[in-house]
Structure formats: C-alpha cells, structure tokens
C-alpha cells in the first residue's frame, strides 16, 4: 500500500510538516509574559482603554492562580518559554510551488478542499476562497449577521463586544483563562440577529485572510432570540505550530429560542499543550450543540460546557478524543443546570492507542430548584491495544430531587474475533481496524458536514497507519 | 482452470489442546464436499484454521491451496487467493454499514490480486459495486434497505447468514466453506439461501458444507461426504451415507469404527 507516503506522523513530525516558514511573522514580542508585555500587545492592537485594562486585570489573576491540581500532567509546561503575541505577515509571498511536494500530497490524502490547502500551507497571495467568502459575506451582511475576527470586532463593533467580552467565561474561571483574557488574539465574532437563521454553516476558514489563527484566539458568538448558527472551525490537517501552548477561550450566548452548533475538529502537532475553556449560556428554549473532535496535541484538556440558565434550554455535547504513541487527551463536557425543565446529552468517544490515554472527565450539576432536568451521559472507550489507556472520571452533583439523570459507560478493544472475520474477507489488519474504529465513531461522525466527516476518517486511518501488528 | 485446496495430515491445537488430529481432505472447483460429525469433533476448528484464525496452531501437516501453501499467507491473504468462509457465528461490527464494509472488502482483495498480478489496480466504481450489489441481494431476497444496516448488528440469525452468503456472492471465491450455515434458520430461509448457494456454485467454485444435520444437504447435495469424529476423518463416501447418518446417528459411525477396529485386530 502506497508506501510512497508511508509515514508515521509520530515519528519526523517536524520534518514532514515543519513548512512553516519561521521569518513570515513581521513583529512578535519577546519572550515570556508579563504586565509590559500585555500592554505592548494592547499597544500594538491600538485597542480601547476598557480591553487594556480588562488584559491588565487578567494578567494579574493568572499571576495569582495556581495551576489545576487535576487533570492532565502539565509539568512540562513553561510559561517563559513562549511568544505570546506574534504579528503576522501582510503578506507571505509564498507560492503554491514553493509548498513542499510531500505537504500537497498529505493534503490530497486527507481530501481536504484546494483552497483550503493553501491556507494551511501559508499561500495567501491567491487565497481561492476569498471569492467564496466575499460572496457569502454579502448574504449575510444583508441579513444583519457579523463574521469577522475579534480583533476585527473590537474595532467595528466595540459596543457589543464590549458588552458580552468576559461574561460567559471570566478572567478568573482558570489560571488558562486568566491567560488567555490577558494575551488574546484573533478567533472569531459572530453576531446573529433574533429571528435571523443562516443556513450555510460559518466556516473559520472563510474568514481567516490577514490575521491567522492564534495561539491565544479568543471566540465570542451572539445569537440573538429565535436566531440559528452553525459555526465550523478548525480542520483535520496538522496545524504545524513553534509555540508549545494553544490556550482558546470560547464564549457562546444563545437567547431564547435560539440554536448554536459549535463544531471543532482539531489536530495539533504533538509538541502542543491545548488547554481550551469552551463555555455557552443557553436560555429559555434555546440549544447548544458542541460537536468537539480532538487529535494530536502532547495534552488536551477541554470540556466544552453548557450553563442551562432558563426554562426549557436543551444542550448536547458530542466529544470525539484519538490519544496516540504518548499522548494524553482528557476531554469530555460539563452540563450545568441552573432551571428546571432543562435538558443535556453528554456523548463522548475516545481511541487510544499504544501508550496514548484517553480520559473522560464531565460534569453533570444540578443546582437546587432545578427540578425536572433530564441528563444523559454516555462515554465509550476503544482500546485499539494491550498498552492503551482510557479512564472516566464522571462527576455527578445533583441537588435537586425530581430529575432524571443517567450514565453509562463503555469500554472495548478491538477484538481478536473481529479481526479475524474483518480480515477472512481480505481486509488487512490496518484496514480492518481502521473499520472498526469508523464505525465505533460514527455515530458523531455522521452529524459532522460531510466533507469534514470524510477528512476526519480519513485522518484516522492515516493516523492509525502502519501502527498495528 | 480447475484449483484444489489440499489439506494433507493437519494437526491444530488451541491452547495447547490438540483438536485436529491428522485430516486429509482434497476439495477441488467444480466439486460440493460435505463434512459432518457431532458437536465437539472439530468441525469449526478445521474451518478457522484453513482461514487463519491466529488463536488455532497448526502444529503438523500442509494447507496447500492452487498448489501455494497457505499456512504462510494472513487471513486477508488467503481470502484474496480465493478461499472464503461464511461463519457459523458472524461478529458484529457497530457503526459500519454492510455496503460501506463490503466496497472496503472487494477493494482490499483487488489491490492484493493487482499486485501479485503486477496488474495497476482497478478499484470498484460506486456505480459497479452497487449494481452487483443489488442483483445479488435480489438472488439472496433481501430487501435493498438492508445493505444500509450496520454488518451484522441485531441482524436475526437468518439474516446473518443471508449476509454471509451476500458476502461469498460479492466477494467471488474459488472455494468456500460454509461453516453449519443451516443452523438457526426456519425452512423458508434455508431454502432462500441454499438456492443462492446453489446458483454461485459452478465449474469455477468448490464447496465446503460443513453441518451437524442432514438437512442443508437435501437442497445443497455433495458428492462427497466425510465425517469427522474426534478430529479425524473417520468415514468418507458418497451422498448415501449422508442418509444413512440421517438414520443411524453418530454412534452408528462409532460403532462402524469400533467394529472395523476389532475386524482388523482379528484379521
């Protein structure tokens, strides 16, 4: 089998993927964090005085908070260590030519869309879905919606920005968020007005021209009432990074009658700590949907949560985690019950293989007076060898009594006997194995927009290559 | 081309407990092989085996297949050669849907034709693929919707070897072995699948029925018939003694063995 690119991504990874180009950035601060340095950043952003110090008083909470006592191991974490802002390049003057043969064909591979594979490669000067997004952008501009950077919106929107910025998740919610409200840069800002639904799913990479992706982005959606959104980022491509922390901040508010779908498949290269606080208020009759799918990283620790703060609010998260040769991903989803009639679905579906672990870690919180909350929580584990770990840690604080809570958990190998039946038809044991594990995720899979869920299986089954037997 | 599948003096443990004790048996294309024998005599363990079931040890004697020795090939290599074995119990594989699970399938076992062969690989166009798959699912009777369902999960026990013989249909054997097939199904769903068995068989394609009953054997009929009785293959013969098994029981092959032992001591 195509032995051509047979690599495992384990292995080499900054040679196969380490294209990025280290002078494309014009300016970036020095080293380490301090109150000096998050000004400089303010500085440079030109941002109003509120946000300065709204970075100040998070740099100070960070100082003082002590790093989580559970969880992953972050011990080889240093704070010193790291850029927290880098100023992007106008222009990378790189040309679809230059892009290393083995990069395209790994983007061929994965099937993942052209224009999205020069933007991953760094090609902006022909970026094909400029086009796409100024036309969609037109649609929804008449509708009233706002799609843009949050450094776009602080500028052009300061007012609503303002009024929502730190209210779903405040500087002092976690040490990473105390970081990250301190040294923030890009993610996005949706604003969707009541009534208003977009039918065509808002995809970062539209949108993603001049600012790229940071290291610290910082994501705020509106919905207004009765609106709809379904908002996609990341991609199943390598996001090859220098910087050994992604820290994301994600605040989602959905008013009455309102749905949001939050979708994320993420793949970072295994020098990555990802520690992502993912938070949405969901109010009265209103759905929020998180569909999180988690690859690579050394560390990722995310639990995308859903505070139900008023009659009738319905939430799910759906968590897809694959832990390779060294990797620990403990993610999972927090269902918060504020009101009564409220209801959550927790799914979660981890893979480890070889010495990779999985944990599941969820919160089901049912405040007293929240009567009637129906939650069910479901995590299945497959192991895909003897060495792979999966562990849960489910966290169940009910206060009320009248509620309907359940919980079930699962954990599997891939068995001997499914092997031998998948491969007496003439799959290889790779094969064979990379379909156990598609259809071990597929019921989350098959809710993904399809040409995500084609690259997701795809990214498995080359994840998976070569590792078996 | 007629192709044989040689089993010469097989010996198999699992776990160290030795199952087969010495089976030679020659099954050829064109040719309908019947093996019997009660629970427990190793009919299943000879099956596993001539696919490559890792957890069954072949501790003496061949496999040749075509004149390749198969003992040395993996499973999948063996199915690409042309053997093929519809399980007496077909394992579930949630989440993947029986079409999806057999495209991957008949794909897999070109790829290896096309490099043994030194041939470029031609891959199964959707189109192609669901046309066969269609008019076999016609020939076996089974509903389109079903090629949708998730390979063997909550399938009643007559569906899961309708979708074994579906799979052999698709997938083209040499020679297939059909391990108790009979079992678990009403007379309406042997006779559906038994005419589907019957209209794959040809010059070009062997059979293996390996039952308990006779009865499978009334509408796919053998030439040949073995009995296998604690690992060995203790008579062998035409169709007739499938019957007088039928009316006899096992004992009376025991007996038969008995007796045949006790002639030769006096002789």
């Known amino acids: 089998m195509a032995n051509a690119l047979n690599f495992n991504r384990r292995e080499g990874y900054l040679e196969k993927y380490g294209f990025h180009d280290k002078n494309s950035y014009v300016y970036r601060t020095e080293k380490g964090v301090s109150s000096r340095i998050v000004e400089e950043i303010s500085g440079l952003k030109g941002e109003p005085e509120w946000m300065r110090n709204f970075r100040l008083r998070s740099y100070g909470i960070f100082e003082k908070k002590s790093m989580p006592g559970w969880g992953a191991d972050l011990s080889g974490l240093r704070f010193d260590d790291l850029y927290y802002y880098v100023k992007p390049s106008d222009k990378k003057g790189r040309n679809w030519d230059e892009v290393p043969e083995k990069v395209k064909l790994t983007f061929e591979r994965l099937g993942i869309p052209e224009a999205e594979r020069k933007y991953l490669a760094g090609v902006e000067a022909q970026y094909d879905s400029e086009s796409v997004y100024s036309s969609l952008k037109g649609i929804w501009e008449k509708l009233g919606v706002i799609f843009c950077s949050t450094d776009e919106a602080l500028k052009k929107y300061p007012d609503i920005v303002r009024q929502y ?87 989602i508010v959905v008013k009455e009658g309102a749905r949001v779908r939050y979708t994320s498949i993420q793949n970072w290269s295994d020098n990555v700590y990802n520690l992502v606080t993912k938070r949405a208020f969901a109010y009265k009759d209103a759905t929020m949907e998180w569909l999180d799918g988690n690859l690579g990283s050394k560390v990722t620790m995310k639990y995308p949560s859903i505070y139900l703060m008023e009659k009738g609010a319905r939430g799910e998260v759906l968590s897809i985690a694959y832990a390779g040769n ?144 | 081309m007629p192709k044989t599948l040689e089993i010469r003096k097989l010996h198999v443990e699992i776990e160290g407990r030795e199952i087969i004790k010495g089976v030679d048996l020659t099954v050829s294309t064109g040719e309908i092989h019947a093996i019997m024998g009660p629970n427990g005599s190793g009919k299943s363990t000879l099956s596993y085996s001539i696919l490559g079931h890792p957890d069954y040890a072949v501790t003496q004697g061949e496999v040749l297949f075509d004149g390749e020795n198969v003992l040395d090939m993996k499973p999948d290599e063996r199915a690409a050669k042309g053997l093929f074995l519809a399980f007496q119990y077909p394992v579930e594989v949630p989440g993947v849907t029986l079409a999806s699970f057999l495209r991957t399938a008949v794909n897999s076992i070109r790829k290896k034709q096309a490099r043994w062969g030194g041939q470029p690989l031609k891959e199964i166009s959707a189109i192609e693929f669901y046309k066969r798959l269609e008019e076999k699912m016609n020939l076996l009777q ?126």
């Open chain 1, 165 to 251: 910025f730190g209210t779903v998740i405040p500087p002092g919610d976690n040490k990473f968020a105390a970081l990250n409200s301190a040294v923030w840069s890009g993610g996005s800002f949706i604003y969707v007005p009541a009534g208003v639904k977009v039918e065509i799913p808002l995809q970062a990479y539209f949108r993603i021209n001049a600012e790229s992706a940071g290291q610290f982005e910082r994501t705020l959606i509106i919905a207004e009432p009765g609106s709809f959104v379904h908002y996609v980022e990341g991609c199943t491509a390598p996001v090859y990074s220098t910087n050994s922390l992604h820290s994301a901040v994600v605040e």
């Open chain 1, 326 to 469: 060294g990797q620990h991903q403990d993610a999972g989803g927090k269902a918060v019950h504020i009101a009564p009639y409220t209801s959550s679905r927790i799914v979660s579906k981890s893979i480890s293989k070889g010495t990779g672990r999985s944990s599941y870690r969820g919160l089901v919180h049912v405040r007293k007076g929240a009567h009637h909350v129906k939650s069910k929580v479901r995590c299945d584990a497959l192991l895909l060898d003897d060495r792979a770990r999966s562990d849960t840690y489910p966290v169940m604080e009910i206060n009320e009594d009248e509620v309907d809570i359940g919980h079930e958990a699962t954990v599997s190998k891939v068995g001997d006997e499914q092997l031998f039946y998948l491969t007496s038809r003439g799959l290889t044991e790779e094969e064979a194995t990379a379909v156990i594990v598609s259809g071990f995720i597929e019921p989350i899979v098959k809710q993904l927009p399809m040409e995500y869920a084609i690259e997701l299986n795809r990214l498995i089954e080359l994840e998976m290559e070569g590792s078996v037997g």
């Open chain 2, 142 to 267: 089974m509903d389109p919707s079903f090629a949708q369902r998730y390979l063997n999960e909550g399938f009643s026990g007559g569906e899961k070897k309708r979708a074994e013989i579906l799979q052999m249909a698709m997938l083209g054997p040499s020679i297939a072995i059909l391990d108790e097939t009979d079992s678990g199904l009403d007379i309406d769903a042997l006779r559906i699948v038994s005419d589907g068995v019957n209209a794959l068989y040809g010059p070009d394609v062997g059979l293996l029925v390996i039952t308990h009953y006779q009865r499978i054997l009334r509408y796919v009929q053998p030439q040949f018939v073995h009995v296998l009785v604690d690992g060995r293959i203790a008579l062998s013969g035409g169709p007739e003694l499938a019957e007088q098994l039928e009316e006899h029981g096992y004992d009376w092959v025991k007996d038969q063995l008995g007796e045949s032992a006790v002639t030769r001591q006096n002789g």
